[in-house]
């Protein structure tokens, strides 16, 4: 399993895709592409919720209330993508901190944000085809079509 630092590079390259899945508490999934998120200096998964009205910021105010997960997805385009799972630990919607990420997209994107959100990686996997393919070629040898068997049989 990757740690969070074997792929900072990736989650924190502003070319990578990054999309956050949450559950809001009537059950239904939510996916949506949050390109601010990044690593932030303890390790943690960081990014700025710009709505205050989002699915994404009901749902994930819901999991930091009631202990609940969330998934993030890298994808760099060069094959490389990771899921990570995760709790919110932290929403930030004022302080020194908050006022900081406030002034600086302010400056940089001509509005205003909703929060600064904290979660803490619990798991890191690795989602790429080829580590996949190797991982259910080695754990899950039944998922082996037979025409690969015969062909690699000479059967």
Known sequence: MASIYDIKHIINDPKTV???GTVGID??????????IHVNDEGNIEYVELFESS???RNITGSLWYNK????????????????VGEPTKILVAGR??????TKTLEEKGFDIAAVITI??????????????AEQE???????HLD?????NNI
Do not use: A, M, W
């Not at 901190?97 to 406030?102: G, W």
């Not at 803490?120 to 393919?133: G, L, M, R």
């Not at 080695?138 to 082996?144: E, M, Q, S």
């Open 18 to 20: 990054k999309v956050v």
């Open 27 to 36: 059950g239904v999934p939510h996916t949506v592409v949050k390109q601010s």
């Open 55 to 57: 699915k994404s910021y």
């Open 69 to 84: 997960k969330v998934s993030i997805l890298v994808y760099n385009g060069n094959n490389e993508s990771y899921e990570i």
């Open 97 to 102: 901190e908050y006022e900081k990420v406030y």
């Open 120 to 133: 803490v990686p619990n798991s890191i996997e690795d989602q790429s085809p080829k580590e996949k393919f």
């Open 138 to 144: 080695k754990t899950r040898i039944f998922f082996t």
């Open 148 to 152: 690969r068997l015969s062909k690699d």
